[in-house]
Protein backbone atom coordinates (compact mmCIF):
# COMPACT_ATOMS: atom_id res chain seq x y z
CA UNK A 1 0.00 0.00 0.00
CA UNK A 2 1.10 3.91 -0.83
CA UNK A 3 -1.02 7.18 0.40
CA UNK A 4 -0.67 10.15 0.05
CA UNK A 5 -2.47 12.44 2.41
CA UNK A 6 -2.87 15.80 2.27
CA UNK A 7 -4.62 18.17 4.49
CA UNK A 8 -5.29 22.10 3.88
CA UNK A 9 -4.85 24.16 6.81
CA UNK A 10 -5.98 27.69 7.53
CA UNK A 11 -5.33 30.03 10.05
CA UNK A 12 -6.93 32.08 12.15
CA UNK A 13 -4.87 34.85 12.63
CA UNK A 14 -1.54 35.50 11.49
CA UNK A 15 1.15 32.63 13.12
CA UNK A 16 5.07 33.47 13.29
CA UNK A 17 6.78 30.70 13.86
CA UNK A 18 10.89 29.87 14.30
CA UNK A 19 11.73 29.05 10.77
CA UNK A 20 13.03 26.22 11.78
CA UNK A 21 9.47 24.97 13.24
CA UNK A 22 10.04 22.23 10.08
CA UNK A 23 11.63 19.82 12.35
CA UNK A 24 9.33 20.40 15.13
CA UNK A 25 6.17 19.56 13.03
CA UNK A 26 7.72 16.50 11.33
CA UNK A 27 8.68 15.20 15.16
CA UNK A 28 4.95 16.04 16.43
CA UNK A 29 3.30 14.75 13.39
CA UNK A 30 5.68 11.57 13.47
CA UNK A 31 4.68 11.09 17.48
CA UNK A 32 1.37 10.53 16.91
CA UNK A 33 1.41 8.13 14.14
CA UNK A 34 3.90 5.96 16.47
CA UNK A 35 6.37 5.85 13.91
CA UNK A 36 9.86 6.12 14.18
CA UNK A 37 11.90 10.03 12.89
CA UNK A 38 15.49 8.78 11.98
CA UNK A 39 16.02 5.28 12.85
CA UNK A 40 15.54 4.17 9.67
CA UNK A 41 18.47 4.11 6.23
CA UNK A 42 15.68 4.44 4.13
CA UNK A 43 12.54 6.83 5.04
CA UNK A 44 9.34 5.04 4.73
CA UNK A 45 7.53 8.13 5.07
CA UNK A 46 7.58 11.94 3.72
CA UNK A 47 6.26 15.15 4.79
CA UNK A 48 6.16 18.35 3.09
CA UNK A 49 6.50 21.30 5.83
CA UNK A 50 3.53 23.65 5.41
CA UNK A 51 3.34 24.69 1.77
CA UNK A 52 1.83 28.11 0.72
CA UNK A 53 2.72 31.93 1.06
CA UNK A 54 4.58 32.96 4.05
CA UNK A 55 6.20 36.11 5.15
CA UNK A 56 10.28 35.82 6.18
CA UNK A 57 12.00 37.72 8.90
CA UNK A 58 15.72 36.94 9.94
CA UNK A 59 14.25 34.00 12.36
CA UNK A 60 10.70 33.79 11.91
CA UNK A 61 8.38 32.58 9.44
CA UNK A 62 4.65 34.23 9.45
CA UNK A 63 1.53 32.68 7.93
CA UNK A 64 -0.93 35.09 7.18
CA UNK A 65 -4.44 34.93 8.40
CA UNK A 66 -7.37 33.59 5.91
CA UNK A 67 -4.30 32.00 3.54
CA UNK A 68 -4.84 28.38 2.78
CA UNK A 69 -1.89 25.74 3.55
CA UNK A 70 -1.22 22.34 2.78
CA UNK A 71 0.59 19.88 4.71
CA UNK A 72 1.16 16.36 3.53
CA UNK A 73 2.89 13.20 4.44
CA UNK A 74 2.86 9.89 2.65
CA UNK A 75 4.04 5.73 3.59
CA UNK A 76 6.18 3.92 1.67
CA UNK A 77 5.28 0.61 3.25
CA UNK A 78 2.36 -1.18 4.64
CA UNK A 79 2.91 0.01 8.43
CA UNK A 80 3.40 3.48 7.69
CA UNK A 81 0.77 3.69 4.90
CA UNK A 82 -1.77 2.12 7.09
CA UNK A 83 -0.71 4.43 10.30
CA UNK A 84 -0.61 8.01 8.11
CA UNK A 85 -4.73 6.21 6.87
CA UNK A 86 -5.44 6.30 10.23
CA UNK A 87 -4.47 9.60 11.30
CA UNK A 88 -6.98 11.72 12.85
CA UNK A 89 -5.88 15.73 13.36
CA UNK A 90 -9.58 16.06 14.12
CA UNK A 91 -10.59 19.83 12.45
CA UNK A 92 -6.93 21.63 14.11
CA UNK A 93 -3.36 20.96 14.55
CA UNK A 94 -2.13 22.39 17.29
CA UNK A 95 2.01 22.35 17.96
CA UNK A 96 4.66 25.00 19.37
CA UNK A 97 1.51 27.27 20.67
CA UNK A 98 0.16 27.81 17.63
CA UNK A 99 -3.39 26.40 16.13
CA UNK A 100 -4.32 25.57 12.44
CA UNK A 101 -7.36 25.60 11.17
CA UNK A 102 -7.78 22.11 9.10
CA UNK A 103 -10.40 22.76 6.38
CA UNK A 104 -9.95 19.53 3.95
CA UNK A 105 -8.16 16.30 3.39
CA UNK A 106 -7.63 14.28 0.37
CA UNK A 107 -6.06 10.78 0.31
CA UNK A 108 -3.99 9.41 -2.72
CA UNK A 109 -3.91 5.40 -2.49
CA UNK A 110 -2.29 3.27 -4.73
CA UNK A 111 -0.35 -0.36 -4.56
CA UNK A 112 3.10 -1.14 -5.98
CA UNK A 113 2.07 -3.88 -7.82
CA UNK A 114 -1.17 -1.46 -9.70
CA UNK A 115 1.83 1.12 -10.51
CA UNK A 116 4.06 -1.61 -12.02
CA UNK A 117 1.52 -3.31 -14.35
CA UNK A 118 -0.16 0.33 -15.64
CA UNK A 119 3.25 1.43 -16.30
CA UNK A 120 5.37 -1.70 -17.66
CA UNK A 121 3.82 -5.10 -17.24
CA UNK A 122 0.71 -4.24 -19.42
CA UNK A 123 3.01 -2.88 -22.16
CA UNK A 124 1.19 0.87 -22.94
CA UNK A 125 2.43 3.36 -25.07
CA UNK A 126 5.40 4.80 -23.77
CA UNK A 127 4.88 7.93 -22.17
CA UNK A 128 7.84 9.99 -23.82
CA UNK A 129 7.83 14.03 -22.05
CA UNK A 130 6.26 14.49 -18.76
CA UNK A 131 6.85 17.63 -15.79
CA UNK A 132 7.56 17.41 -12.36
CA UNK A 133 7.06 20.10 -9.98
CA UNK A 134 9.52 20.41 -7.01
CA UNK A 135 6.95 21.61 -4.48
CA UNK A 136 10.07 22.15 -1.62
CA UNK A 137 13.59 22.55 -1.78
CA UNK A 138 15.32 19.33 -2.97
CA UNK A 139 18.99 18.39 -3.58
CA UNK A 140 21.18 15.03 -3.67
CA UNK A 141 23.95 14.47 -1.32
CA UNK A 142 27.44 14.67 -2.83
CA UNK A 143 30.24 13.41 -0.65
CA UNK A 144 29.61 16.21 1.92
CA UNK A 145 27.85 18.93 0.25
CA UNK A 146 24.57 18.81 -1.15
CA UNK A 147 23.86 19.60 -4.86
CA UNK A 148 20.91 21.73 -5.79
CA UNK A 149 20.73 20.74 -9.41
CA UNK A 150 17.43 18.42 -11.28
CA UNK A 151 20.49 16.41 -12.40
CA UNK A 152 18.06 13.01 -14.56
CA UNK A 153 20.33 10.46 -13.15
CA UNK A 154 20.15 11.60 -9.72
CA UNK A 155 16.63 11.83 -9.75
CA UNK A 156 15.98 8.29 -10.80
CA UNK A 157 18.68 7.06 -8.25
CA UNK A 158 16.68 8.53 -5.34
CA UNK A 159 13.45 6.94 -6.75
CA UNK A 160 15.16 3.85 -7.85
CA UNK A 161 16.66 3.35 -4.39
CA UNK A 162 13.05 3.47 -2.64
CA UNK A 163 11.61 1.32 -5.25
CA UNK A 164 14.17 -1.27 -4.67
CA UNK A 165 13.69 -1.28 -1.00
CA UNK A 166 10.33 -1.06 -0.42
CA UNK A 167 8.50 -2.62 -3.46
CA UNK A 168 8.05 -6.23 -3.98
CA UNK A 169 9.42 -6.13 -7.85
CA UNK A 170 12.86 -4.88 -8.06
CA UNK A 171 13.89 -2.71 -10.99
CA UNK A 172 17.38 -3.05 -11.65
CA UNK A 173 20.20 -0.89 -10.28
CA UNK A 174 23.76 0.19 -11.65
CA UNK A 175 22.82 -0.56 -14.96
CA UNK A 176 19.13 0.41 -15.41
CA UNK A 177 20.59 3.89 -13.94
CA UNK A 178 22.86 3.90 -16.87
CA UNK A 179 20.14 2.97 -19.79
CA UNK A 180 18.37 5.89 -17.63
CA UNK A 181 20.98 8.63 -18.09
CA UNK A 182 21.66 7.78 -21.58
CA UNK A 183 18.19 8.09 -22.37
CA UNK A 184 16.22 10.35 -20.60
CA UNK A 185 17.20 13.91 -20.86
CA UNK A 186 16.72 17.42 -18.96
CA UNK A 187 14.71 20.06 -21.57
CA UNK A 188 13.76 22.66 -19.94
CA UNK A 189 13.33 23.92 -16.55
CA UNK A 190 12.67 27.11 -14.49
CA UNK A 191 13.65 26.57 -10.48
CA UNK A 192 15.31 28.37 -7.86
CA UNK A 193 16.97 27.95 -5.11
CA UNK A 194 16.27 28.00 -1.60
CA UNK A 195 17.85 26.82 1.92
CA UNK A 196 16.10 24.80 4.42
CA UNK A 197 17.49 25.32 8.21
CA UNK A 198 17.34 21.97 9.59
CA UNK A 199 19.26 21.21 12.46
CA UNK A 200 22.30 23.86 12.70
CA UNK A 201 22.97 24.20 9.45
CA UNK A 202 20.82 25.45 6.11
CA UNK A 203 20.44 23.10 3.26
CA UNK A 204 20.36 24.56 -0.33
CA UNK A 205 18.03 22.83 -2.83
CA UNK A 206 15.89 24.01 -5.92
CA UNK A 207 12.15 24.14 -6.36
CA UNK A 208 10.28 25.08 -9.70
CA UNK A 209 9.53 22.94 -12.73
CA UNK A 210 11.41 20.66 -14.87
CA UNK A 211 10.42 18.57 -18.39
CA UNK A 212 11.82 15.65 -19.10
CA UNK A 213 12.27 13.92 -22.11
CA UNK A 214 12.50 10.25 -23.15
CA UNK A 215 14.88 9.79 -26.65
CA UNK A 216 13.45 8.56 -29.65
CA UNK A 217 16.36 5.86 -29.49
CA UNK A 218 15.27 4.77 -26.34
CA UNK A 219 13.63 1.48 -25.57
CA UNK A 220 10.17 1.66 -25.45
CA UNK A 221 10.36 -0.90 -21.80
CA UNK A 222 12.96 1.52 -20.49
CA UNK A 223 10.70 4.68 -21.20
CA UNK A 224 7.49 2.72 -19.23
CA UNK A 225 10.49 2.71 -16.35
CA UNK A 226 10.98 6.19 -16.47
CA UNK A 227 7.72 6.88 -16.42
CA UNK A 228 7.06 4.43 -13.65
CA UNK A 229 9.37 6.44 -11.34
CA UNK A 230 8.08 9.75 -12.16
CA UNK A 231 4.79 8.54 -11.25
CA UNK A 232 6.28 6.68 -8.05
CA UNK A 233 8.10 10.51 -6.91
CA UNK A 234 5.09 11.50 -5.93
CA UNK A 235 4.87 9.51 -2.81
CA UNK A 236 9.05 8.38 -2.47
CA UNK A 237 9.29 12.34 -2.57
CA UNK A 238 13.08 13.44 -4.31
CA UNK A 239 16.55 13.23 -2.88
CA UNK A 240 17.55 13.65 0.56
CA UNK A 241 15.75 14.65 4.08
CA UNK A 242 12.22 13.60 2.57
CA UNK A 243 10.95 12.96 6.21
CA UNK A 244 11.94 16.72 6.78
CA UNK A 245 10.24 18.20 4.49
CA UNK A 246 12.65 18.46 1.71
CA UNK A 247 11.96 16.63 -2.05
CA UNK A 248 7.78 17.10 -2.22
CA UNK A 249 7.19 16.58 -5.96
CA UNK A 250 4.34 16.08 -8.13
CA UNK A 251 4.21 14.99 -11.61
CA UNK A 252 2.35 17.49 -13.50
CA UNK A 253 2.17 16.62 -16.81
CA UNK A 254 2.48 13.25 -19.16
CA UNK A 255 1.94 13.58 -22.88
CA UNK A 256 -1.01 10.86 -22.52
CA UNK A 257 -4.42 11.43 -21.11
CA UNK A 258 -3.77 11.15 -17.26
CA UNK A 259 -2.88 8.04 -15.72
CA UNK A 260 -5.48 6.25 -13.44
CA UNK A 261 -4.17 4.15 -10.51
Known amino acids: MLIRSTWTLCPQTAIALPKTYGLALSKHLHERLHLPLGSEEIPSTTYSGLMGTVTTSQDFVTFEAGEFYQLSLTGLQESAAKAIADLDLGDRLDFLGAAFQITDRTDDIASYETLYHTHVADEPEPI ?18 HLPLPVPNLMFQSWLERWNHFAPVYLGSDDLLGYLGESVALTRHRIQTRTVPIHQSYIPGFTGTITLKVLSRADPLLANVAALLAQYAEFAGTGVKTRLGMGTTNLKYLDKSSLSI
Open 128 to 145: KQFELSFLTPTAFAQNRL
